[in-house]
């Protein structure tokens, strides 16, 4: 497996932090929020696993990409991903997104269609979206006392973490919560992607700017155009998703003519990495990208 990794790619939208991991058909992975490159490299593992390469850019606001104004809004940042798929020499590719890459990535889709040969959406951010943080909450993500809390806990205390979290990402019963919980800890690779969480998720810089601005980006949304989208595309989401609801993915399956929707259960924001049918998910991914590369 090839590991091209690059600091940034210069384009007409500014500076572009990405990770470019493995070879074969391309598949730019679009991270979520707050997130950065090597969220989206992460998400994008199952993939390069399975033969394909796979293209991870920060969005702006996030480490490796400034937020400017010639990036800021949605239709600039689905430019800009473009622009360094132009960058690297690729000029078709598969697309998917997690929750707050939606809808940079959709938009993406429907202004580039010539481009865009398959979509796969997890979870993903369809529609105006606000977001309403608790106290605690705030404390936690917002805070350098709480970012280093919540470090130390999913370091000394990781099977509580790992609940806390996944409770915090579905709405699930006391029984399906102890399950997955279980079962997140005996696989150590679904272990790492949940406690490494405990980093991912500040709101202080490097990923302030890119938090703030998808604040306001998401609740300022419209119209993303989602009938316009030509392409395969394949939505994917957790029945009890606690971040980003369900009737997202609905709303674009009726919107996009071309569209499948598929459901996972128990159903957290985090499923297609955690759950017992994570494995299944992803090589239903997969295949569907090679079905129509």
């Known amino acids: 497996m090839s590991d091209h990794t690059a600091p940034n790619m210069a384009t007409a939208f500014g500076d572009i932090g990405y990770l470019d991991r493995g070879s074969g058909p391309p598949v730019l992975v679009i991270h979520g929020s707050p997130g950065d490159a090597a969220q989206g490299s992460q998400l994008g593992d199952f993939l390069v696993r399975a033969g394909f390469r796979v293209v991870s850019p920060s969005r702006p606001g996030y480490p490796g990409t400034a937020l ?67 106290f605690v909450e705030r404390c936690a993500f917002e805070t350098r006392f709480g970012n280093w809390l919540l470090r130390q806990y999913a370091h000394i205390a990781p099977k509580s973490f790992v609940s806390a979290t996944l409770a915090a990402e579905g709405k699930l019963s006391r029984h399906q919560l102890k399950e997955l919980t279980t079962s997140v800890m005996a696989n150590p690779d679904k272990r790492a992607l949940i406690l490494s969480m405990a980093d991912g998720a500040s709101r202080l810089p490097p990923h302030r700017d890119g938090i703030k601005n998808d604040m306001s980006n998401f609740a300022a949304i419209t119209d993303l155009e989602l009938r316009k989208i030509t392409c395969p595309t394949l939505l994917i989401h957790g029945r009890n998703d606690r971040d980003v609801l369900p009737e997202y993915s609905e709303f674009a399956a009726s919107q996009i003519a071309n569209a499948t929707l598929e459901w996972m259960t128990p159903g957290t924001h985090v499923c297609v990495y955690t759950e017992p049918g994570s494995q299944a998910a992803q090589s239903r991914i997969a295949e569907f990208f090679r079905t129509n590369d």
């Open 68 to 134: 400017t104004d010639k990036n800021a809004s949605i239709d600039a940042q689905a430019d800009a991903h473009a622009a360094l798929m132009d960058g690297l020499g690729i000029d078709r590719f598969s697309l998917m997104c997690w929750s707050g890459g939606g809808p940079s990535t959709y938009r993406l889709a429907v202004r580039h269609p010539d481009r865009v040969q398959a979509l796969v959406t997890l979870a993903a951010v369809s529609q105006e979206d606000h977001w309403h943080d608790s």
